[in-house]
């Protein structure tokens, strides 16, 4: 479609951008984009530069930034991977905003270290309407030094500074558990996954027992439509004992990217939110 149509500007959501990398890769397609947007969510390296290497003349654009803050208040240009399975960095603020990365207590972190993203500007918003509990939550004013005016949003999603000065995307807090006394972000147990060279797609699922400890279950899609071999084998080497999930299961294919992936859509929002059994 998008060659048929010429189409030179688009943006491709995170829930298929991975099943399009492939696609085009696999069949060589040439792509006449002169822009393309990513982000969101956290995309490996490795899946934008196949992306990037079928646009001879485009530019692709990698960024973040919530509702809250007017859509994006990060980008980068993305213009080579340097390691295929890292996560790809979204770059850093805008003009007109500030992005900070701090600790519970508010304090800019290092370079390396994980926190929370807090984001402020002319186009942070005021609050939400009719949410006064809410807003005051989310929307701060005076918790870190800024020459900027306006409130703080607390973005509740997980980040880390690079040497470069760039921000690394790391996935929400929320998504944060803790297993035999360690403290676990899901988001990197679906990124080992998703290293298997048969894996097109995982979410990891933290599922709460009656004594309160959690089963993690881990859900994937393949690009042969048969389940892999002993996923727990391939992760020992990746992850430690405590991140790998108990449970793996093939998911149903799809014959098209979107109901694809508005399954993980619903596997990851609501199961994960709601910690039932499964």
Known sequence: YNVQNHITSAYIPPSVVK??????????VQLPFRRLIVGVEPIRQGVI???????????????YGPTESTVWSTVLVFTQAYESNRITSIGKALPGYKVLIVDEFFNECP?????????????????YLNNE????????SGIVESDLA????LTGDYAMYLEDGNIEFIGRIDNQIKIKGYRVELGEIEFAIESHSEIVRAVVIADKEEDKSYTLIAFYTTNTGQPIDEP?????????????PEQSTRAPQHNSFKSNGATFWFIKRHK?????HL
């Open 19 to 28: 099943h399009f990398s492939d696609y085009v890769c696999s069949r060589n």
């Open 49 to 63: 530069e196949q992306i990037r290497k079928q646009m001879p003349r485009g530019c692709l654009l990698n960024g």
């Open 111 to 127: 370079i390396g270290q994980k926190g929370q993203i807090i984001v402020v500007g002319e186009a942070v918003a005021r609050g």
């Open 133 to 140: 509990t809410l807003t005051a939550e989310k929307f701060r």
């Open 150 to 153: 306006g409130r703080y949003y």
């Open 232 to 244: 727990a084998s391939y992760l020992s080497s990746k992850l430690p004992g405590y991140m790998i």
């Open 272 to 276: 994960r939110a709601t910690n039932k």
